[in-house]
């Protein structure tokens, strides 16, 4: 009876709203109210491998990833949302308005994508992307590191820092195709590679858009000495 009355008490005080719209929750498990979950676009059945997107070509990998430049550097590239609409609001607030309590819902929807659509490819490790600490600094945290924690305890898998950031990359999302491989170009460093040698790391960031920051990103790791790199994205673009 007590804690029950605690529980009420403290909902009142503290009421469990919607992190995306604010609306009080009824159901105290629910991670965002129904209308926004109906609101979020989906990404259909058919998805590409190499980047995580719709295929609507006839080969395996979308007609993006066969006519890029180069293979793609990891085993799998798993998105759990097409970027637009409802979930590219919630993005954008969970990156730069502080909602860091959106976290929740996109991770577990992640984590479902990932269990769908990953074929069994091997994780043994969760990381991310970095940011520059002085953008952590602004942002009052990464992101992604949130997400890929959330993740690493789900899969019952550690987390760990696998990259530091070179140097202070202007925002991939103001520049175009060519502009963004040549911004990240060694971007990044390794961080502590012994603790990540032969391990299968699952790379976790939020948008996937042409993945020149992932592509950056994987390289670095695997030619510090890790066994596979996996890629794992809110959203493909
Ligand atoms: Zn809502
Ligand atoms: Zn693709």
Redesign the pocket.
């Known amino acids: 009876m007590l804690p029950q009355l605690l529980h009420k008490l403290f909902r009142f005080v503290v009421p469990h709203v ?6 009080e929750l009824a159901d105290d498990e629910a991670l ?6 109906s609101l979020m676009p989906q990404l259909p059945e058919r998805l590409c491998p190499c980047c995580g997107g719709p295929n609507d070509g006839f080969l395996a990998a979308c007609p993006d990833c066969t006519r890029a430049d180069e293979a793609r550097p990891w085993l799998r590239a798993v998105s759990a949302f097409p970027f637009y609409g409802h979930l590219r609001e919630a993005v954008h607030h969970f990156k730069y308005h502080r909602r860091i309590s959106l976290a929740p819902y996109l991770a577990k929807h992640m984590l479902q994508a990932w269990r769908e659509h990953s074929d069994g490819v091997p994780v043994d490790l969760v990381s991310y992307i970095p940011l520059h600490w002085w953008r952590i600094w602004r942002r009052g945290y990464n992101q992604a590191a949130v997400l890929a924690s959330l993740i690493a305890k789900q899969l019952h898998i550690p987390v760990a820092t696998t990259l530091r950031r070179r140097k202070y990359t202007s925002q991939q999302a103001k520049l175009d195709r060519v502009q963004r491989a040549q911004n990240v170009k060694n971007a990044f460093r390794p961080h502590r590679p012994a603790l990540f040698q032969e391990r299968n790391i699952l790379l976790v960031d939020d948008v996937f858009t042409t993945g020149a920051t992932l592509t950056a990103a994987a390289k670095t790791i695997l030619s510090a000495g890790a066994a596979s790199v996996s890629v794992l994205t809110i959203a493909r673009d």
Do not use: A, I, S, T
């Open positions: 919607c992190p995306y719209c604010r609306q965002l109210c129904p209308e926004c979950v």
